[in-house]
């Protein structure tokens, strides 16, 4: 271990020394734990070897602040050259297209064609290609059916299974017992694709920026998840917090989780790994058929870019900075030496060579299978905006509570999410 550490400060200190003279430098920041910051490191290192007369200064860090850090950097004129970003950023700092470099004007530095349109359609605005996707994802219901047997139940099908499910849990198997844990903004996700595929309509329109439901669809959602925390279908943030103190966190990090007494959660696929890397061994994990409905208008099944790395507009080397990205994103050699740090890579030549290396995890393979040939729609980017997402933790975490009502959630909606548009969109 103490090689190691020793190895990827040397790294890091390499990257960070001062551009030789002659040479072109730029900066290239993102967020990550140890194993994405030392496959980052050593990529952008065969960059550098391919490219001689080029220093890529790496800026790296964890989750927490990485937002807040890159609104000062952008508002002061000092961002990194090449950026790492959520998705749902991109309302934030681009909303015209005019906040990052637009990509298609580097064609000999960026390999478009190892794209499929539609996940570059995903970072276009206004014509302008903002960024490169890293990763799409979607979220899956995970079961830990060694639970359900033990409860005497099949693994749920329909969201009316979830729901009757609470009360088997409870009576056979204790009032510790729920049939799956969410954590806040889980909730949040999994209450939109509910509503999405029985109306056919997202709570933030995806073409109009506008709220997409009415006052009634609205209680329908609060509603069904009203159902839930009172048959016992779900856990409550009350209850989550009496254990963790904290409604955010995540499933895989909780003891009741680990030692099976919840039977289940809902997971993007880019963490589907990292949730069944913590629960005790003797445990069937299964990825459940996603929840369904009679008379459905659409699939409910939502999905995004992961992670997409831009070039900031304010950067002198644009270019450069563009090859960097493309090479990380669309190599075989660079998705080799990345793995799945950042998810299963969308480019073509770096998925094949993820698969050929066998790197992807085969639950991950059979998350791609379970959506093959299933419409996944993109959401509005401003339903992922961080103001978005925390008015509605607010209100479902007053539903959980009983200190409000379903009809009374949908009159706070409509008002706060609408208002907060217009403040979002100006």
């Known amino acids: 271990m103490k090689k190691i550490a020793l190895l990827f400060s040397f790294c890091f200190a390499l990257l960070c020394l001062p551009a030789r003279a002659g040479e072109t430098e730029i900066r290239f920041s993102w967020w990550g734990g140890a194993e994405r910051h030392e496959a980052t490191l050593a990529a952008v290192r065969q960059?550098?070897?391919?490219?001689?007369g080029t220093t890529v200064k790496a800026e790296y860090m964890g989750w927490n602040g990485y937002l807040e850090r890159l609104t000062t950097q952008i508002g002061g004129g000092s961002a990194p050259d090449l950026i790492q970003m959520d998705w749902a950023w991109l309302s934030i700092f681009s909303k015209t297209g005019d906040g990052f470099a637009n990509l298609n004007r580097f064609p000999d530095a960026v390999n478009l064609d190892a794209y499929e349109a539609k996940w570059l359609a995903t970072c276009t605005i206004d014509g302008k290609l903002n960024a490169l996707p890293v990763s799409f994802t979607t979220r899956y219901f995970v079961w830990n059916k060694s639970v359900w047997d033990k409860a005497g139940l099949a693994?749920?099908?329909t969201w009316d299974d979830l729901l009757t499910a609470g009360p088997?849990?409870?009576?056979?198997?204790?009032?510790?017992?729920?049939?799956?844990?969410?954590?806040i903004d889980s909730i949040t996700h999994m209450l939109a694709s509910y509503i999405f595929q029985k109306t056919g309509k997202m709570i933030i329109d995806p073409v109009t920026s506008e709220l997409g439901l009415d006052h009634d669809e609205l209680v329908e959602c609060f509603a069904y998840y009203k159902r839930l925390v009172d048959n016992k279908s779900i856990t409550s943030m009350p209850y989550r917090v009496a254990r963790s103190g904290d409604p955010l966190a995540q499933t895989h990090e909780q003891s009741e989780f680990i030692t099976g007494e919840w039977g289940g959660a809902y997971y993007w696929d880019s963490n589907i790994t990292l949730l069944l890397s913590t629960p005790q061994p003797e445990f069937e994990f299964v990825l459940g058929e996603y929840l369904s409905q009679s008379n459905a208008a659409s699939s409910g099944r939502i999905g995004r870019p992961a992670q997409i790395f831009g070039v900031s507009a304010q950067s002198?080397?644009?270019e450069i900075a563009a090859a960097l990205a493309s090479y990380l994103l669309t190599t075989p050699e660079a998705a080799r030496t990345l793995g799945t740090s950042r998810g299963?890579?969308?480019?073509?030549?770096?998925?094949?060579?993820?698969?050929e290396a066998r790197l992807i995890?085969?639950?991950?393979?059979?998350?791609?299978?379970?959506?093959?040939g299933v419409e996944v729609y993109n959401p509005s980017p401003y339903f992922e905006d961080p103001r978005m997402l925390k008015l509605l933790r607010d209100?479902?975490?007053?539903?959980?509570?009983?200190?409000?009502?379903?009809?009374?959630a949908a009159g706070e909606a409509e008002q706060a999410i609408s208002r907060l548009l217009r403040r979002l969109t100006r």
């Open 344 to 355: 299963v890579l969308v480019a073509t030549p770096a998925f094949e060579a993820l698969k």
């Open 395 to 408: 209100i479902i975490e007053n539903l959980s509570y009983s200190k409000i009502t379903p009809e009374e």
């Open 155 to 157: 693994l749920p099908k």
């Open 168 to 183: 088997v849990f409870q009576e056979k198997l204790g009032p510790e017992f729920f049939p799956i844990d969410m954590e």
């Open 47 to 52: 960059f550098e070897q391919d490219h001689p």
């Open 361 to 372: 995890a085969p639950v991950n393979i059979e998350a791609s299978e379970q959506i093959a």
């Open 316 to 318: 002198k080397h644009p």
